[in-house]
């Protein structure tokens, strides 16, 4: 995450608009409502309501069906994050929860249809493992399940479809069934099909419903952190869609 992304995402946006409403002067009419949006806005991105529906408009994507995953050729899994110096499986760095939950739908994908895997993700901080071979472990010792491809090299969404096509290119792979969270999907499948694959989206963890009543409405830690990741998703996109514009 680049430090500008950093500033316009919550909870730091929300603190310089409270800092910028402060120098303004409560006094002032545009520096109380700074004030007001900061720490109301944060309130209102922490509730299950709001987090709910910034995730549910990222998700278009239904599971696959049979047929759908019958005419893959191979499963590409997305690194989705590690957790550092992680002590319980002895491999130094492990996958993170995300990452976990995509591995866990890829394995119920390949056992449903036996199609090889392909885990894509390097290393964006130049760490000692790249994620794939986390993941490739955890396939490996956790689900007894083999690794045809690992893709090493990405740092983004981007690369994760540069590098992948080239591997399995290599190998005359054309129609590939790709696993990520049902909010990230649809930009990974576009940088997929920008790389001349077909994707059949194989969305996993998708928005939960949010509760009945004012339950729906109290904010919760949890849900300002799911905010968040719509919110990061949605720059995504933006960016996504204004470099497609441009020359």
């Known amino acids: 995450m680049t430090l500008l992304k950093i500033f316009l995402l919550p909870p ?3 603190v310089l608009l409270v800092l910028l409403g402060l120098w303004l002067s409560p006094k002032r ?23 709910h529906t910034l995730r549910q408009g990222l998700e278009p994507y239904a599971t696959p069906t049979r047929s759908q995953l019958e ?5 590409v899994i997305l690194g989705g994050g590690r957790d550092y110096d ?15 939950r995509r591995l866990a739908y890829g ?11 392909l885990v ?12 794939a071979s986390l993941m490739a472990a955890a396939l490996r010792d956790v689900f007894d399940v083999p690794v045809r ?26 129609r590939i069934a790709l696993v990520s969270q049902a909010w990230h999907l649809p930009r990974a499948v576009a940088e997929f099909e920008a790389q001349g694959l077909k994707v059949i989206p194989a969305p996993t963890e998708f928005a939960s419903p949010p509760p009945e009543g004012l339950a729906a409405w109290l904010p919760r830690a949890y849900h300002l952190n799911q905010s968040t990741r719509a919110l990061n ?7 996504q869609a204004l470099h497609q514009l441009l020359p």
Do not use: C, K, Y
């Open 12 to 14: 730091a946006l929300n």
């Open 29 to 51: 009419f545009l520096g109380a409502l700074l004030i007001v949006v900061g720490l109301f806005g944060l309130l209102l991105l922490a509730t299950p309501m709001v987090s």
């Open 71 to 75: 005419s893959a050729e191979a499963i």
């Open 86 to 100: 992680a002590p319980e499986f002895g491999w130094g760095d492990a996958p993170a929860n995300p990452t976990w």
């Open 107 to 117: 394995v119920h994908l390949h056992r449903q249809s036996d199609l090889p895997l």
């Open 120 to 131: 894509s993700g390097g290393r964006r901080h130049g760490e000692q493992a790249a994620e």
């Open 149 to 174: 491809w690992r893709e090493e090299e990405s740092r983004n969404t981007a690369e994760n479809a540069r590098f992948s096509a080239e591997r399995l290119r290599a190998d005359g792979i054309e």
């Open 233 to 239: 998703e949605w720059l995504g996109r933006a960016g």
